[in-house]
Nanobody, 120 residues
Framework: VQLQASGGGSVQAGGSLRLSCAAS????????MGWYRQAPGKQRKLVAS???????KYADSVKGRFTISRDNAKNTVYLQMNSLKPEDTAVYYC???????????????WGQGTQVTVSS
């Protein structure tokens, strides 16, 4: 499985960005997908996640500003980020929890990371 993330960039505070992450591979099913972020010198933390049936979870710091969604037909997860703040600056990573169809084994995959920079 490969995860290809895109959509990062630089914006001013109050601006918006939309991240996308597409999963490819044919012998798996995707369970939950999510976005994590890692700021310099800090641990990687969950930003938002979404299950295959659409249940979502958000970090308290982004509730009301970020929206996660997914297109199961395209194996793609999105993160709409509004009202961005300088503290949202980080490398954002997408994650997919998958099940291999033939073996039933679970595997966790990560995208390559995309930089989001918010200036004040």
């Amino acid at each position: 499985v490969q995860l290809q993330a895109s959509g990062g960039g630089s914006v001013q505070a109050g601006g918006s960005l939309r991240l996308s992450c597409a999963a490819s591979g044919s012998i798996f099913s995707i369970n939950a997908m999510g976005w994590y972020r890692q700021a310099p010198g800090k641990q990687r933390k969950l930003v938002a996640s979404i299950t295959s049936d659409g249940r979502t979870k958000y970090a308290d710091s982004v509730k009301g500003r970020f929206t996660i969604s997914r297109d199961n037909a395209k194996n793609t997860v999105y993160l709409q980020m509004n009202s961005l703040k300088p503290e949202d600056t980080a490398v954002y990573y997408c994650n997919a929890d998958t099940t291999e169809i033939y073996t039933g084994d679970n595997f966790d995959y990560w995208g390559q990371g995309t930089q989001v920079t918010v200036s004040s």
